[in-house]
């Protein structure tokens, strides 16, 4: 069993950090305070979704739980898979929690452990997906983690565990359900990347890497499957307030990336959640091999 992964670090988000600049105008902070509060509405497709199955992979926690609550919400069957690291059983009970609260909903819901790593897990669990909730429609490609370090003291299980988890793993997951998805031609696939694949920042090349690779890999998987009406599209999320970003991460890298978005603030994961519930609805019918940023201007 591979050992449980350290939380995130600063790096991982913001290796580049500079000084942070303050807010100190009073109404400015007041403001800045209360947009963090907000809680973002979600999108009002009704129950657009009902009768479609969505896989969303690492869906216990963070921005793949806010994904799976929403297909929910909007009336599908939700399945998703987790990872336990060696031994860590708060893991199955964040996963048990967020089924349960799917299961609110009154859609139905599968979840398991699987390791996107490990192709035979892989196949299994969509397999069982399928004999569990009847079919698979949708697809989003979530797992991820980080190892972040200078390129020069990578280690060789550094490079590879992050690119095994976030790019093989998507490669596992598209490979497993592309031909049930060629065969009743119909499927959505969304892939989870970063700004971070598309602009790196200092000790990120082993994240940046699989996360570039994600994009090569949905605009290939987008001109392999278009034909059988199948969408691959990407989402590249800026600095997304989850509990191991906030958790692990000290404020004044927050505040740095909070001030490099041109929108002011960190996202919220509902926000990604919003922009894959619309690429997976059919008023993206026309939108494939297509990546959308989530980051509130971060790159401009
Ligand atoms: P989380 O750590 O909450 O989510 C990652 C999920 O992936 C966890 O549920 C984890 O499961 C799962 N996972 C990790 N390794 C594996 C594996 N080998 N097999 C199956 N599942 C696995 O972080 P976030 O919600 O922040 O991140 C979600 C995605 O968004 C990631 O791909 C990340 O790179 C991307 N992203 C996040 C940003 C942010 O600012 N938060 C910014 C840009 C992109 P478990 O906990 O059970 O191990």
Request: with cysteine.
């Amino acid at each position: 069993m591979p050992p449980r992964p350290p939380e995130r670090t600063a790096a991982q988000y913001s290796p580049a950090a500079t000084e942070a600049v303050r807010v100190t105008d009073p109404v400015e902070q007041l403001l800045e305070e209360m947009s963090e509060e907000t809680q973002p509405k979600s999108l009002g497709f009704g129950s657009s979704m009902r009768g479609r199955v969505a896989v969303v992979t690492g869906g216990a926690t963070g921005i793949g739980r806010a994904i799976a609550l929403e297909f929910a919400r909007h009336g599908a069957s939700v399945a998703f898979n987790y990872f336990v690291y060696d031994g860590a059983e708060e893991v199955r009970e964040e996963a048990e929690a967020t089924a349960r609260e799917i299961q609110h909903m009154e859609v139905r819901v599968h979840h398991a452990a699987c390791d996107v790593r490990d192709a035979a897990e892989v196949n299994r669990f969509v397999r069982d997906v399928q004999e569990e909730l009847g079919g698979i429609h949708i697809l989003v490609n979530n797992a991820g983690i980080a190892r972040d370090r200078a390129l020069w003291r990578l280690t060789d299980e550094q490079w590879r565990t992050v690119l095994d988890t976030n790019l093989t793993g998507a490669f596992h997951m598209i490979r497993a359900v592309a031909p049930l998805f060629r065969r009743q031609s119909d499927g959505k696939i969304v892939n989870v990347s970063s700004v971070h694949g598309i602009r790196s920042e200092f000790g990120l090349a082993n994240y940046s890497a699989s996360k570039a690779g994600l994009l090569g890999l949905t605009r290939s998987a987008a001109l392999e499957l278009g034909p059988s009406n199948v969408n691959v599209n990407a989402v590249a999320p800026g600095y997304i307030r989850t509990t191991r970003l906030t958790s692990g991460v000290p404020a004044e890298i927050l505040d740095t990336a909070r001030e490099r978005a041109v929108l002011g603030r960190l996202g919220d994961p509902q926000d990604v959640a919003n922009v894959v519930l619309f690429l997976c609805s059919e008023y993206a019918r026309h939108i494939t091999g297509a990546v959308i940023p989530v980051d509130g201007g971060h790159l401009l």
